[in-house]
């Protein structure tokens, strides 16, 4: 077995004299909390986490970080969390020694490798399929055999095989030879294999001896174990395995943070600053994405990295990107504010940690931090007004109603004072008259309404024709539309039609919790 295995000493500030922390809570508070030098870590990562004079002094509430901390501990199934502050940890969960499966993540550690071999010209990224002699079970088209290595690696080669694993969107893939190479964006798992194949096959490295050569040892990380490593598919459906990967989260972050320095670590560039620029910078834009409800998110796509794109990539999120796994695997890179977040959620258990989760707990992260004078920095009126400038620009000139809405829904989660609402309210009110049948909308015009106590007859009516129509799946509730409606009633002193609303309410759904609390205050007092 080849192993490099650093010691697991004591975390640091744990383990210091009270005199050590105090120098060191000095030394920070002198300089300003969004402008002290990023550090690299050595065989350990330095730790802030632990001290709160050293966190408030380092740019973080500790109060708001603990929060943070319980959402994970209460809320997430995550088993490892490490977020990196230029270098240091300001906060830490979990098994963050121990490897698990990190999904594809891998695809974005394999992009890294690549750098060194395309720019020796070891790899020529406009090589074709049929000049790489590349093809696969029962034949690649004439057509997929122009896809490029480019091609392969940003997830547009158009080649449609089935994988020799699952997890991507090939279920969703346009006809086989319907595409041409370079011309749409389909996450699909032959690509990324094919990929691997190629890598191998061209510069005559095993990737896991690359990833021990080229990050493992520079980085140092501190689990990397060589014989954990192996590849796995079914060879009977595609001649290329995965190339999966085992890592530890404190290894993961190392990889993140030489992201975030732009390849370099210490005085060393071990990617070149161009080429991680370049795999972390958007070649399919969001409204490029595929299959097509992939646009209503986030992200864009890159060289085997997620990139923040669209309306929503503003503020902290702009330039930011990430390497994501299934179950809840990510790295994901925040620029604007030096930022590193390392997560794992142990596959063995089965059990996944959300993308709604993720966000809450990024939003939660961005809670805790403090601008330069210690006050807390004012990112969710930064955010949710670019956000609604997006909705804004979507319901005016497209029919991308559903974005439309999803960004207005996002602006009032982070953001819910009276001036969001507002304009949240009047992206659902636009979308409501130019579709009619955006049932959702209406239902969010009552709700907004009601929140900012505003135009509550249009909150009523909006309620009323939201219950002419059948229930539908993945949409709000008859019966939480009722107890709305009654909460709406008894803002405007209409006791017994809301009492009459929490009935129904909790007649469609008897464990409505949140009805049965509203019709008990308005029964009399026995």
């Not at 939660?364 to 949710?384: C, I, N, S, T």
């Amino acid at each position: 077995m080849r192993c490099i295995s650093m010691p697991k000493a004591g975390r640091p500030l744990a383990h210091l004299s009270v005199a050590v922390v105090i120098l060191l809570s000095a030394a920070l508070a002198a300089v300003p909390a969004v402008a002290q030098e990023a550090v690299y870590p050595g065989e350990e990562w330095e730790y802030v986490w632990r001290d709160a004079r050293a966190l408030q002094a380092y740019g973080w509430s500790r109060p708001e970080l603990s929060r943070a901390w319980r959402f994970i501990r209460d809320s997430s199934k995550t088993t490892g969390l490490m977020v990196i502050d230029r270098g240091r940890v300001i906060l830490e969960f979990g098994d963050v020694e121990g490897l698990s499966y990190v999904a594809s993540v891998r695809k974005s550690i394999l992009a890294m490798l690549y750098g060194r071999y395309v720019e020796d010209g070891t790899i020529d990224l406009e090589k074709t399929l049929a000049q790489l002699g590349m093809d696969d079970v029962g034949g690649l088209l004439d057509i997929e055999k122009q896809a490029t290595i480019h091609h392969l690696i940003t997830a547009r080669s158009g080649v449609y095989h089935p994988a020799s694993n699952s997890g991507d969107n090939l279920a969703d893939a346009p006809e086989r030879g319907s595409q041409r190479p370079g011309e749409y964006m389909l996450y699909s798992n032959w690509d990324f294999n094919a990929a691997g194949a190629v890598f191998e096959q061209e510069t005559g490295v095993n990737i896991y001896d690359a990833l021990e050569e080229q990050l493992a040892i520079p980085l140092q990380f501190q689990d990397w174990d060589r014989s954990a490593q192996r590849k796995s598919g079914n060879l009977e459906i595609s001649r290329n395995p995965a190339y999966h990967m085992w890592l530890s989260t404190r290894d993961m972050a190392r990889i993140g943070y030489l992201m975030l320095r732009e390849g370099r670590w210490g005085d060393e560039h071990v990617i070149s600053r161009d080429w991680a620029r370049r795999i972390s910078s958007v070649v399919t834009p969001l409204d490029g994405m595929n299959p097509v409800w992939r646009r209503d998110g986030s992200l864009g796509y890159g060289y085997m990295w997620w990139i923040w794109d669209g309306p929503n990539a503003v503020g902290p999120f702009e330039g930011a990107y990430q390497a994501s796994g299934a179950w809840g695997q990510w790295i994901i890179v925040m620029p604007v504010l030096d930022l590193v977040i390392a997560h794992k959620t142990n596959a063995v258990y089965r059990r996944s940690t959300s993308g709604a989760t993720r966000q809450r707990l990024i939003d939660l992260l961005l809670d805790a931090k403090l601008d330069a004078d210690g006050k807390p920095y004012p990112w969710r009126a930064e955010v949710a007004a670019g956000v609604l400038n997006g909705a804004d620009s979507l319901v005016t000139h497209t029919d991308r109603y559903s974005l439309a809405s999803a960004l207005a829904h996002r602006a009032i989660a982070i953001d819910s004072t009276e001036g969001t609402l507002l304009r949240a309210l009047g992206v659902f009110k636009r979308i409501t008259q130019l579709d009619p049948q955006s049932i959702y909308a209406l239902y969010a015009v009552g709700r907004t309404a009601l929140l900012a106590n505003t135009d509550l007859d249009l909150a009523v009516r909006s309620f009323k024709q939201y219950l002419e129509h059948e229930q539908q799946p993945e949409i709000p509730s008859h019966a939480a539309a009722r107890w709305r409606l009654g909460m709406v009633y008894e803002l405007q002193g209409r006791i017994e039609e809301a009492r009459a609303e929490y009935e129904a309410a909790l007649r469609l759904d008897p464990s409505f919790a949140r009805a049965g609390e509203a019709l008990g205050k308005l029964l009399p007092k026995r």
